[in-house]
């Protein structure tokens, strides 16, 4: 029985890192003035405000979480494992990739490879190959167009 | 496998169109576009000026001149971008008040220093003026001091936020007058605007062309301008000079060139000549008096001794302020 | 008179070719965005936004206010054909246009939508136009206390309409939390940055939305089985019907009434005017109205076209309801709005009455644009697309989102010119995405990033324009006027939401 698993669901994590969050937004806060100099509000003021009103707020959250996991050990249920799709993180991995060359290499080396391996994973198995290629071309001529010369926007090229 | 053998290719096509690209050398400035770093979001005043100046400097240069938006942080931003560009000439931007001045102060950024521009011209200035509602009883400067004198922490005096130049101007009064202003920090002229049209303020510090709707309107009454020269917009609002105020009450906001530290000079000197030429056209004259500012063009060392009084000028200014606890 | 006289100018703005073009694409945009599942006008505003930045703003305003009008409509064309509401405004539609599909009579139904839709959204323009004025003056009375109180009330009644209102106060928090990260408003100090020179210049706007609505939206779609989806809109194409078939005749719609028209476009309006209450909420309290009137009631629930018409009708109404606060205060109505206040943001313009009285030059058009979305271009793209209507939904599903992928995350780029943004986007984008798995509701979290700097403004400027007595929020009238209203609407609203869930689950048991 591990019971780990129960702990580490959505309704419990979220919560949970909302209320670290706040608490590091109000330490953070503090630690630049008081909420109150000479009895007039300060940059502080608003978010100790901001923490008192959402900390109940998270907290109620957490303690439900905890509530449900807790009757569910006592119930033992296993934690329902969804046969979960890695398609979400391949989309944040090209995303990822694409912005962390982008200023590297340019838009128009990666704006074609990011359209493509993006309908790669759209899809619902690799196929079609050269219909995407020429799409991802397609789409990204498309796409500099709108940008680059109806807009005046420069995105960086390789060789500028 | 048939597609990876297409994404080779295409690679490979790009890869040589880009060698291509960059062997072709540039022997004579400007070959290429120019980056210009504006220092203040699109559709403010500094993003006007520095689009209208450029437009005027491209014929001169002959190439043309694109523009990022980098606002932030007291005008601090943008400079500090140019800061790390590179000196080739091909990017510049504009440093103003907040940047000459705040920004170093302040101490915001880390390695935000001014030796790593080299700022090359002085386009405009635009002096600071202490406005009030149309039916406020002080038309006056000296109608509104006497008024605080007796009120002391009763007059309302609209300004842009704690450390801004218009705050350090209403802190300087209060300073010289020995009088106690309640001064209320709005985000900008336009709720200042507001401010004066609703009656929650009893004068506001900023620009006159801030206040341009208003005035043209009679809504507002231009009280003072804490400068030397009139202003050709609104020639019958007194100066600070002619009033006999101090010296140290010169206030305003100014737009200045630059380029990374290290930019050729003989780069340096065709955009002198190519952005001199521009701020003192009648175009540009024309322009800048339907948006209030005051085209005052400086270049050498000229620019050097205007830039260095400022800083050394309202840097005390500031240091005073905060050893006396104000800020 | 000078008001009419700008409105005038403002149509003949409005009609040059340019404008007329602009209005079309914006028209047309909002059509593929609100009949798509998943896709909806207000994240077509979000993707247009950044480009609208180097173009003229009254065409970017025009564009939008195509997008807008559009937008809401056309949800209800999925909603009609395959039981799928495009827009969550579209919600109502689904219930009485799907069973009307089902008896073949699809073309009638979708006729009557925009036609509905067509009169509603009108009668909002014109009542936006013509009663703004009055808003006007009322909101040149409202100072900075009042609107801190008027703000107060907005984000208040946020949370109170929405469903989980625990998990919306978190939405709100994280949005608030985010949009306060970089400089201080009113004093020069940097908050929230630990020291990143990168945060100095904040989360930018444009990030923020592209993160939580894009985004987010991608990782969540990219889930969908593409083989499925194509199987489903397939249904769709499957149907033929004529030109002639779509247009109501006078008689059916005196069937329905012309008090229905009328109320529910009232319904519209002032749901509209009320700050976050928004399109779904119009259509829904316009359609429980007319099944409390309606001579046959039971039909409701199994293709009634006066349920139909009501909630269409009520949604496209609030349009130029929504537009009211959002201009005169700055405080939005809806999501869209919200968005189309960062566009004005964007060029400098700030709403208040500063905005209508001096620039009325600016809206003028942009109401026209409103106006004739709704009266002309509506009944227009009826008879031209009828018929393709029911295949909108064919478009690749593959080149349609990678399209987005990339409009989106370079919209970051061309609004901010940095990779560092682009990466916050990435990162707001994953942490919305599993906010909305576990139904945290994403509206509060935009309306607080909007609302929530002014709100800290309001307050501070408030309390030192009354050296530091918080009265000044009681003992002025506005402000005081604007909190009875929170405390009013804190304890009707939940009690009109309890009344509205037991009719719903009295028509589900029946």
Not at chain 2, 63 to 69: D, E
Not at chain 2, 226 to 233: E, I, Y
Not at chain 2, 279 to 293: H, I, L, M, N, R
Request: overall charge positive; hydrophobic content about 50%; aromatic content about 10%.
């Amino acid at each position: 029985m591990n019971s780990r698993n129960h702990y580490l669901q959505a309704k419990v994590i979220i919560p949970f890192f909302m209320q670290i969050a706040l608490i590091i937004y109000v330490v953070s806060a503090l630690q630049l003035s008081s909420p109150l100099v000479d009895g007039m509000l300060s940059e502080s003021s608003f978010p100790v405000i901001i923490f008192l009103v959402a900390t109940p707020a998270a907290l109620k959250l957490l303690f439900d979480g905890l509530k449900d996991v807790k009757k569910e050990i006592a119930e033992g249920k296993e934690v329902v494992v969804k046969k979960k799709s890695i398609k979400p993180v391949l989309t944040v991995v090209i995303m990822a990739v694409f912005i962390a060359l982008f200023e590297l290499l340019g838009f128009s080396i990666l704006a074609p490879l990011y359209i493509f391996f993006f309908m790669m994973v759209y899809d619902d198995k690799p196929q079609f190959i050269v219909k995407k290629i020429i799409f991802a071309l397609l789409i990204a001529v498309v796409v500099y167009v709108m940008y680059a010369i109806a807009f005046d926007i420069r995105f960086p090229e390789i060789w500028r | 496998m048939k597609g990876k053998r297409v994404i080779v290719l295409l690679a490979c096509v790009l890869l040589a169109s880009t060698a291509l690209f960059a062997n072709g050398a540039p022997e004579v400035y400007p070959s290429k576009d120019i980056e210009f770093i504006v220092s203040s979001g699109a559709g403010g005043g500094t993003d006007a000026i520095s689009r209208k100046i450029s437009q005027l400097a491209e014929k001169e240069l002959g190439s043309a001149i694109y523009f990022v938006n980098k606002p932030g942080a007291d005008d601090a931003v943008g400079p500090n971008l140019l800061m790390g560009a590179k000196n080739d000439g091909y990017t510049i931007g504009n440093l103003n008040y907040g940047s000459i001045i705040n920004a170093p102060f302040t101490g915001l950024i880390k390695g935000y220093d001014l030796a790593k521009v080299q700022i090359f011209a002085l386009i405009t200035q635009e002096p600071d003026a202490l406005m009030v509602g149309k039916n406020s009883p002080y038309k006056t400067f000296d109608a509104l001091i006497a008024a605080a004198k007796a009120n002391p922490g009763k007059i309302k005096v609209a300004d842009q936020g704690i450390g801004s130049r218009v705050n350090l101007l209403a802190l300087k009064i209060q300073d010289l007058y020995g009088v106690k202003f309640n001064m209320i920090s709005y985000q900008g002229s336009a709720p200042q605007r507001e401010a004066i049209l609703n009656g929650e303020v009893d004068a506001a510090i900023t620009s006159l062309g801030d206040f341009a709707p208003l005035l043209n309107s009679g809504d507002a009454i231009g009280v003072i301008e804490f400068s030397s020269v009139r202003n050709g917009g609104y020639p019958t609002v007194p100066t600070s000079k002619e009033l006999g105020l101090d010296e140290s009450l010169l206030s305003g906001s100014f737009l200045t060139l630059a380029a990374p530290a290290g930019t050729p000079a003989d780069i340096i000197e065709k955009l002198v000549k190519a952005f001199g030429s521009a701020a003192t056209s009648k175009e540009f004259a024309d322009w800048t008096k339907t948006v209030g500012v005051t085209p005052d063009f400086k270049s050498g060392a000229e620019l050097k001794a205007f830039v260095d009084g400022k800083i050394s000028g309202e840097t005390k200014a500031l240091q005073a302020l905060k050893d006396a606890g104000v800020l | 008179m000078d008001q009419i006289l700008q409105i005038l100018s403002g149509t003949a703005v409005v009609f040059q070719p340019l404008s007329l073009l602009y209005l079309s694409i914006g028209f047309f945009i909002g059509i593929i965005f609100g009949a798509l599942p998943g896709l909806t006008s207000m994240l077509a505003i979000v993707l247009l936004l950044p480009m609208t930045y180097t173009m003229p703003m009254t065409y970017a305003l025009i564009m939008c206010m195509g997008v807008y009008m559009s937008g809401i409509y056309s949800g209800s064309i999925t909603a009609i054909t395959i039981n799928i509401p495009g827009a969550p405004s579209a919600l109502m539609t689904c219930m009485e246009g799907h069973p009307m599909m089902k008896k073949g009579l699809g073309a009638k139904a979708i006729g009557h939508a925009t036609i509905g839709s067509a009169i509603g959204g009108t009668i909002g323009a014109l009542l936006l136009i013509f009663i703004s004025p009055l808003a006007v003056s009322l909101a040149l009375k409202i100072r900075t206390p009042g609107k801190f109180s008027l703000i107060l009330f907005a984000l208040i009644v946020i949370v109170i309409v929405e469903k989980n209102r625990t998990k919306a106060v978190i939405s709100m928090a994280f949005g608030i939390m985010l949009s306060t990260i970089g400089m201080d408003p009113l004093k020069s100090v940097s908050r929230f940055t630990f020291g990143n020179p990168n945060l100095i210049e904040g989360i930018d706007l444009t990030t923020l939305i592209i993160g939580a609505f894009a985004i987010s939206e991608l990782f969540d779609q990219s889930t969908v089985n593409n083989a499925e989806y194509n199987k489903m809109t397939n249904a769709a194409n499957s149907m033929k019907f004529k030109r002639s078939d779509f247009f109501p005749s006078f008689k059916e719609m005196r069937e329905i009434g012309w008090m229905t028209y009328i109320k529910s476009s009232s319904i519209g309006y002032i749901i509209g005017v009320l700050p976050g209450a928004g399109a779904s909420m119009a259509a829904f309290v316009s359609y429980v109205e007319a099944k409390r009137t309606s001579k046959h009631p039971e039909m409701f629930g199994n293709g009634a076209v006066d349920g139909l018409v009501a909630a269409e009708t009520a949604n496209n109404a609030m349009c130029g309801g929504a537009l009211v606060p959002m201009l005169s205060l700055g405080i939005p109505g809806d999501g869209t709005t919200a968005i189309i206040l960062g566009v004005l943001m964007v060029y400098g313009v700030v709403p208040g009455p500063d905005l209508l009285v001096k620039q009325m030059h600016v809206m003028a058009p942009m109401y026209m644009a409103l106006l004739i979305s709704a009266a002309v271009l509506m009944p227009l793209s009826l008879f031209l697309f009828g018929p393709y209507y029911l295949k909108i939904v064919k478009i690749n599903r593959l080149v349609l989102y990678s399209s987005i992928a990339l409009i989106a995350i370079l919209g970051v780029f061309a609004a901010t010119y940095s990779t560092f943004q682009m990466a916050v986007a990435l990162i707001i984008g994953v942490v919305m995405y599993f906010f909305k798995k576990q139904k945290y509701p994403n509206v509060p979290f935009i309306l607080a990033v909007i609302l929530g700097p002014l709100c800290e403004q309001y307050m501070r400027t408030s309390l030192t324009l009354s050296n530091g007595n918080p009265m000044v929020f009681i003992t002025n009238f506005d402000s005081l006027f604007f909190l009875l209203l929170t405390v009013a609407f804190s304890i009707l609203l939940p009690r009109a939401n309890r009344r509205a869930e037991a009719l719903s689950k009295c028509r589900e048991v029946k």
